[in-house]
């Protein structure tokens, strides 16, 4: 076809189009940004629900604009319409908001560059491959599913490139009387790139985190446009990075292998390239295989982002967690800077791992002790309180009801230079402090606690009643009831007992079991006298009442 064909071609697919790319280029103008600011985009496609490879990817690029100074935006990639699930988008911003990871820009948060989902964006996709008919790089195709498919079979037997190229592009040079006879006949095209490459040259691309990368030129003429005149995602994602001044495209790296069409994408739009990152995926050790596979939606509690929220893994934990995975260097940096906030970090795509990352629940789980751990009491009640708001009402309520000693009970052991660690989950807390509030306490008493031995309730009761003074420090009382304990035929101390075991009942260390087993329930609790001090003395009898009725 001649350029004047061309451009008949082109005016008779796409007559009514409003305006020009010009129009468009001074509508999306460049970003007024600081040098070296990253912009940055999570890009869904709500074609399922979010998991933590998305989540992973969205926080990578929160942190990386924001640490620059840049922006980052969220665009809604919806141009597969069969596949959309239904609340598919509001399932995407939800999550945003529920983990805490806010784009300051996009779909839903507004901007400049709007709008900001693909199926609103139809015109200005036609625009750019009207431009590209004309140049003589994209054309209709007419060819049918059938035919195809029976290319695909051959290509197969053959062991040759899948795809439409070569001889296999059928449609790459009708003259324009045929294009216009078969749509006069009413036959449905999609849009293809007339690819210029060759597939005998190689092309390098740089990737910011697997570094330089060759592959051959595309030369294949991937569709652009489907029938129904809505883009393919490669060629939405180009126009739509150009425009919206993307400066890195971080993603999963089951992209790479498209990187190749996404390069000559760019150069024959005449687009500035944008960075890339490929994220390696996050894999898992396989329980039964022992052979190491992406993290799945089948066999893993944790591949769906509703796990973390069901079972209150702390957002900012797992702000932490997503961290150590995009950044190999993170967590010892974490650990070592115990006051400074996740974006204190210098995030690099350097210290960005390769292969994939391994999902470590063990990790995690400490992760969220230290984070716990380094919690005030007050904080670890109203952020228990706000998870079991939403999935614990009835605890949320008893919470409200024991307020001023729920915060003291989570204050325990928290001073010091080795704070407590012992819940992981705002879930955990009920049961890990069960002790803590009476009803809750009543009702499985000793029921957790299957230890056999039985505990002397009428000597508990004697020191409770005669001798516990609760307003005392630490020290203090530690010194009378080891007197308590050597007036009682027990041992002041553990070693004591160890040299001399006949001449004792035991030593003050059972005597503090015995009463942490009546208040608490269990053998291992936090500091006994701090528990003793917010219980109360009434409160301390009534538990030992109760344990001598149950026992
Ligand atoms: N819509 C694509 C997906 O959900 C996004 C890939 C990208 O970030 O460019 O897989």
């Given at each position: 076809m001649t350029e004047n064909e061309r451009k008949e071609l082109a005016d008779l697919l796409y007559p009514n189009l409003e305006h020009d790319i010009a129009y468009y280029e001074s509508r999306y103008p460049e970003r007024d940004l600081p040098e070296g600011a990253m912009v940055t985009r999570y890009a869904p496609s709500p074609t399922g629900s979010v998991h933590l490879g998305n989540l992973l990817s969205a926080f990578a690029d929160m942190v990386y604009a924001r640490q620059s100074k840049g922006s980052f935006y969220l665009r809604i990639e919806d141009t597969d319409q069969k596949r959309m699930i239904e609340g598919g988008i509001e399932n995407i911003t939800g999550v945003l908001h529920d983990f805490d990871i806010?784009?300051?820009?996009?779909?839903?948060?507004?901007?400049?560059?709007?709008?900001?989902?693909q199926s609103e964006r139809t015109e200005i996709y036609q625009t750019y491959i009207k431009d590209l008919i004309i140049r003589g790089l994209a054309y209709p195709c007419f060819m049918t599913e059938e035919e195809i498919q029976n290319i695909r079979e051959e290509q197969e037997i053959n062991k040759t490139k899948i795809g439409i190229y070569g001889v296999y592009a059928v449609d790459r040079d009708l003259s324009l009387d045929e294009v216009k006879e078969r749509i006069a006949n009413g036959q449905e095209y999609v849009i293809r790139l007339k690819s210029p490459g060759d597939a005998n040259k190689e092309i390098e691309v740089v990737d910011c985190i697997k570094g330089k990368m060759k592959f051959p030129e595309h030369n294949v003429d991937t569709v652009l446009l489907k029938k129904d005149g809505t883009p393919t995602y490669h060629f939405a994602h180009a126009i739509d990075d150009h425009l919206m001044h993307t400066t890195h495209v971080i993603r999963g790296d089951e992209w790479v292998s498209s990187l190749p069409l996404h390069h000559q994408l760019f150069e024959i739009l005449g687009f500035e390239p944008v960075k890339y990152a490929h994220i390696a995926p996050i894999t898992i050790k396989d329980q039964e295989t022992g052979n190491i596979r992406k993290i799945s939606k089948r066999k893993d509690p944790w591949f769906g982002v509703k796990y973390y929220d069901e079972n209150g893994i702390p957002i900012e934990a797992l702000h932490l967690y997503l961290a150590t995975i995009t950044n190999t260097n993170f967590e010892e940096w974490y650990l070592n800077n115990p006051d400074k906030d996740i974006f204190d970090f210098e995030f690099s795509f350097d210290k960005q791992a390769i292969g994939g990352t391994s999902f470590d629940e063990a990790k995690l789980v400490n992760l969220c002790k230290t984070y716990f751990s380094r919690k005030s009491g007050e904080e670890v009640f109203n952020e228990t309180h706000a998870w079991a708001l939403k999935h614990d009402p009835e605890y949320a309520k008893l919470l409200d009801e024991n307020k001023d000693d729920m915060i003291k009970f989570f204050s325990i052991e928290k001073d010091g230079p080795r704070p407590r660690k012992d819940i992981?989950?705002?879930?955990e807390v009920r049961e890990e402090f069960s002790y803590a509030i009476d009803s809750l306490f009543e009702k499985e008493a000793y029921a957790k606690f299957d230890g056999d031995k039985t505990y002397d309730t009428d000597l508990v009761l004697d020191y409770v009643n005669n001798v516990l003074n609760l307003d005392v420090e630490n020290e203090e009382w530690f010194n009378s009831i080891k007197e308590f304990a050597a007036a009682n035929g027990y041992a002041a101390s553990p070693k004591d007992y160890k040299n001399?075991?006949?001449?004792?009942?035991?030593?003050?260390g059972d005597i503090c079991e015995a009463i942490r087993v009546m208040i608490t329930g269990r053998l291992k609790s936090p500091d006994l006298f701090s528990i003793m001090k917010i219980l109360g003395k009434t409160r301390i009898i009534d538990r030992i009442n109760l344990y001598k009725k149950l026992k």
């Open positions: 806010l784009p300051n820009e996009g779909f839903s948060f507004g901007g400049i560059y709007d709008p900001y989902i992981s989950k705002y879930s001399n075991p006949d001449a004792y009942k035991g030593h003050v």
